[in-house]
């Protein structure tokens, strides 16, 4: 009698904690977020329901890893990898990050720029399975309830558009959600956060791209942007339902928004919300990082250097904006740092009096009106700049009479071409260092292969990539509990990036650290910031953590496979023992 009550007990054990744990058979393979494929053990397949469903072998993750990248070094399209790759995740999320994370040089540009740009063009063409949350404007007044219907509760971090920039490509519409899902991948690949606390989301309010009106594959609303107040209000309805369900301290990036309501929107929220916008501040921050890279080299202090501008929006914007307060920082006044800072806009250098429009955002960078410039190689030699910044996404505008006036004019001039994707760059690598003979310091958008200059010289190119930015900007966000995100962060960001580029990067050309080393960067940058939020009183975390570095390491995401045995013990004889009768 005994024996059998106690071999009922013990089923009943495990019935009751496989059930609370995961899910059983199938479903437990069908989601990427519990999905181990063949590297389930033989003790998880026989209790949770797996048995004979798989392949009897049992293979580890390295196993599995190697057999996908041998797959993806059979294809040749960046597209196609773009697919490969995407679908892993879709089916195994462990083994993506791990693949990801191993060869984060090789694929950040099959997952992020350039490629992502391309898939984002394609999206409705090479759709299978939707990601993230899809708002439009026909659903105002019910933002909260689509919220809901997003499976994760703990959300830490959102990456939000509304497509209508994205990249230089410009106005794709829901097109655009790959970025908000690039950029979450970043997040936990380079910054070890947690998948499930990741959530991307694109708001569609219509498009003014006439080819996706007429394209039967196109995923969203049928209509043209609405520029009402009606948008207004749906931005606003989404921000306040995210910190009502998520909390006040959730991240809310926002990502590729047009120009005018990128800096609206910041200013509107970064003092209510915990928020930035990744186009105006983490590119403005990645690229300071690589004008102190320079400094370090020319042994010429920021101050000092004259600015001209290829564009004059966000990207532009933020950037200067920076700059000036790096300026201000080292004793220079504000108005004085300005006027070391002119742009190019599409109508031409941007003076005080001219006729075409103004924003208000760029006042502070238009100057008295130097004798007539009517192209940018005509500015170049007018104004003789140090530094040359490109961030207009019009193509190949450093021409080769802009890049040698350059040469001529300065002995270590500084050419920043980081428009993106590729196409979309003001120039090449090679074309930089061949016109200036190998002596400018040149960073670039999207990635180009090294380059052989006639003495035998091989100079590599800094990639400006924002993603050496945002994933530690977010890490000591989440971890360190910051509600509000000033423009300080982003500057002490940029310091933190440049003081980790070595002396034998900065020999070879490079002005950012190895991608490579990414996480690293992205951990070494979130230890900075948060030593910046504790002395300023802007972490909420405590008690503050002794070791920053060791506090971050313990709360990252794994990749390795947890195990899904429930937990089985037994308890003393005496415990079951029948009292007696």
Known sequence: MLSRLKLTLRPCAYFCRCMHTVEKGRPLMLSPRTNKGMAFTLEERQILGLHGLLPPKI???????????????????????????????????????????????ELMPIVYTPTVGLACSQYGHIFRRPKGVFISILDKGHVRSILDNWPETNIKAVVVTDGERILGLGDLGVYGMGIPVGKLCLYTTCAGIDPRGCLPVCI??????ETLLKDPFYLGLYQKRDHSHHYDELIDEFMEAIVNKYGRSTLIQFEDFGNHNAFRFLKKYKDKYCTFNDDIQGTASVALAGLFSAQRVIKKPITEHRYLFLGAGEAALGIADLIVMSMKE????????????????????ICEGRSEPIEDNQVAYAHPAPKSTKTFLDAVNL?????????????????????????????RPIIFALSNPTTQAECTAEEAYTLTEGRCLFACGSPFDPVTLPDGRVLKSGQGNNAYIFPGVALAVILFGVRKISDQVFLEAAKALADQVTNEELAEGLLYPNISNIREVSINTAVKIGEFLYANGLALEYPEPKDKREFLMSKMWKTNYESFVPDIYDWPESATKLPSL
């Open 330 to 349: 080292a004793g220079m006044p504000e108005k004085e740092a300005q006027k070391k800072i002119w742009m190019f806009d599409k109508f031409g250098l």
């Open 59 to 105: 293979e580890t993750q390295d196993i599995q890893a190697m057999r996908f990248k041998k797959n993806l070094d059979r294809i040749r399209s960046p597209l196609t990898k773009y697919i490969y790759v995407m679908g892993i995740q879709e089916r195994n999320e462990k083994l993506f990050y791990r693949v990801l994370l191993d060869n984060i040089e």
């Open 383 to 411: 104004l003789q700049p140090t530094t040359i910044i490109g961030v207009a996404g019009a193509g190949r505008l450093f021409t080769k009479e802009v890049i040698s006036a350059m040469g001529r004019n300065n002995e």
């Open 204 to 209: 569609d309010v219509g498009t003014d791209n």
